[in-house]
């Protein structure tokens, strides 16, 4: 057994490989980055897709052929992938598929505040909730376990405070070799025709139920504390904060979080003279334990919002409402200097252009001293967020529209926007600027299908974007290098949007922080195909 400092993120990924997972796939995003990266430098097989919805898809076959599987993505990225999810649950899997979800509560680098505990109960999933690192590790292990034993995807969520903190760890010895991959046909399970979905619907409350039962006696959800007055009812990094807030009481800290042991908690709740319920985000739990007609409190709403920690704890028990403290300004963050992305909106700026914009370091385009964005609501939304302005606006005001979207985004949920323009050409025409820095900036540098290069910077397939813009049959396009000459980037923007047509720029210059790695990559590559002088220079 060996003792490590690691991050949430860090165990999760030394869990997956402990637990014989055979391929990981994601797609990277803030705060779950770090769980394949981890993965790759251990020596796991790790892979970046090009969107959630695919890496899923991914991690679902090979899951179907028996092998174990692990997809890793933020809160955000499993509505993208969703459909799959939902589906997955009806048809089963042979081997083990562990769906990790990073929830962001206070939105530390996220548009929203989801609270993805709901997706394990609409899509009906198991959900496991680790509270730190050393539990990150377990419970990866275990949901490999689970997901074997009732042959069904398990959803490991996790949180910004898990996935970055570091907690100690003490690992296990690996799992046995899981069986060996083999595909066994069985079409009533993984066809879902609606003759098949329905049977399959009913085999999957079967499961829940069972998975239902065997929580009740979990060691996985355990009891802190023996006191009779005050009784917490908490999970994840709750529990954390809840020790530390209230030493002394009774906490029942709860593991598997769907499906819920409802009669343990009644028991427990029954045993105290007053249930607290401390939960991060959604009254996931209260709502849940009330409709079971159990008597418990639930934080004020005012706590629904962003993370909790020992204060804010102590408030709810408290009984606390009172205004909390604005939280003191902090720097905001601005595009690096020598950006490229600098040039391009400050001609946005300076031809008051609509721009609809997208997620990525671009996005700060909407601070001082560009305020050049005018709206940013999900990952590839730019382009079909611009056509729907230029439908609506009168004409004038429609030629002004701009769709600013990033290389790694545009593959990622991009395309299909365009594909859009080209079916549904604006009578004005459409102007999108692709700004392709040659990487995945704002989650630390990570390769996609545009850069040609692996997860582990090796060689790789590499996607074209102006190949994919030419293939949609749209003719004006151009490849530009905006920081060589500001003014004719900006004259190109100015002459687009007086063409009247579907227009694509692509402004492409390397992004300043990465440029050395890409370079040192390319030197390795060329050089022997390695990648370890590279690696140790970073």
């Not at 619907?201 to 009740?216: M, S």
């Not at 917490?232 to 954390?240: A, D, K, Q």
């Not at 001082?368 to 005001?397: K, N, Q």
Request: glycine share 10%.
């Amino acid at each position: 057994m060996n003792r490590s400092l690691l991050s949430g993120d860090e165990a999760v990924a030394l869990g997956a490989l402990h637990a014989g997972i055979s391929i990981g796939a994601g797609y990277p995003g803030t705060p779950s980055t770090e769980i394949l990266e981890a993965f790759a430098a251990l020596g796991g097989r790790a892979q970046w897709s090009p969107n959630e919805k695919v890496a899923l898809e991914v991690a679902i076959g090979a899951a179907y052929a028996g092998a174990r599987s692990i997809v890793t993505m933020k809160h955000v990225g499993l509505n993208v992938a969703a459909d799959p999810l939902f589906t997955v649950a009806y048809t089963g899997v042979t081997g083990a598929l562990v769906v990790v979800s990073a929830d962001d509560p206070g939105m530390a680098s996220s548009q929203n505040e989801q609270d993805n505990r709901r997706y394990a109960v609409a899509a009906g999933i198991p959900m496991l909730e680790p509270s730190d690192s050393q539990e990150a590790y377990d419970f990866t292990r275990r949901a490999v376990e689970l997901s074997e034993l009732w042959q069904v995807p398990i959803l490991l969520r996790l949180t910004t405070r898990v996935c970055h903190s570091m907690t100690i760890v003490e690992d296990s010895p690996p799992a046995s070799a899981p069986a060996e991959p083999r595909y066994e046909r069985d079409t009533r399970r993984r066809v879902m025709i609606p003759s098949n979905a329905r049977p399959a619907h009913r085999r999957l409350r079967e499961k829940l139920a069972a998975a239902a039962l065997w929580n009740e006696s979990s060691d996985l959800n355990r009891r802190v504390g023996e006191s009779t007055e005050l009784g917490i009812i908490t999970s994840g990094i709750s529990f954390v904060h809840a020790r530390e807030a209230a030493p002394g009481v009774a906490i029942l800290k709860l593991g598997l979080t769907y499906p819920l042991p409802v009669e343990r908690i009644r028991a427990f709740a029954a045993s105290v003279a007053r249930a607290v319920v401390i939960e991060e985000g959604d009254p996931y739990l209260a709502e849940s334990l009330r409709a079971q007609g159990i008597t418990v409190e639930a934080k004020p709403e005012a706590f629904r919002f962003g993370e909790l920690n020992v204060d804010r704890v102590r408030r709810i028990l408290a009984g606390d409402h009172t205004p909390e403290p604005a939280p003191p300004p902090g720097k905001p963050p601005q595009l690096c200097p020598g950006c490229p992305h600098r040039v391009a909106f400050g001609a946005l700026r300076d031809l008051g252009c609509i721009v609809a914009g997208d997620i990525g370091c671009y996005t700060l385009g909407v601070l001082p001293p560009f305020e050049a964005l005018d709206t940013c609501v999900c990952m590839g939304a730019s382009i079909g967020v611009g056509l729907g302005l230029r439908h609506a606006l009168p004409p004038a005001e429609a030629r002004k529209v701009v769709s600013v979207i990033g290389d790694s985004t545009f593959i990622h949920s991009g395309i299909t926007g365009l594909v859009e323009a080209v079916y549904n050409r604006p009578a004005t025409g459409h102007v999108v600027i692709i700004l392709d820095n040659g990487t995945t900036a704002m989650t630390g540098l990570q390769e996609h299908p545009g850069t040609g290069r692996s997860l582990h910077h090796l060689p790789a397939g590499r996607v074209v974007i102006e190949d994919i813009v030419h293939s949609l049959g749209i003719e004006d396009v151009h490849v530009v290098d905006p920081w060589s000459s500001p003014d004719a980037f900006r004259n190109q923007v100015a002459h687009a949007l007086e063409a009247g047509d579907v227009s694509v720029i692509i402004a492409r210059r390397d992004c300043l922080l990465a440029a050395g790695r890409i370079k040192a990559y390319e030197r390795a590559i060329a050089r022997d195909g390695g990648l370890e002088q590279c690696v140790e220079r970073d």
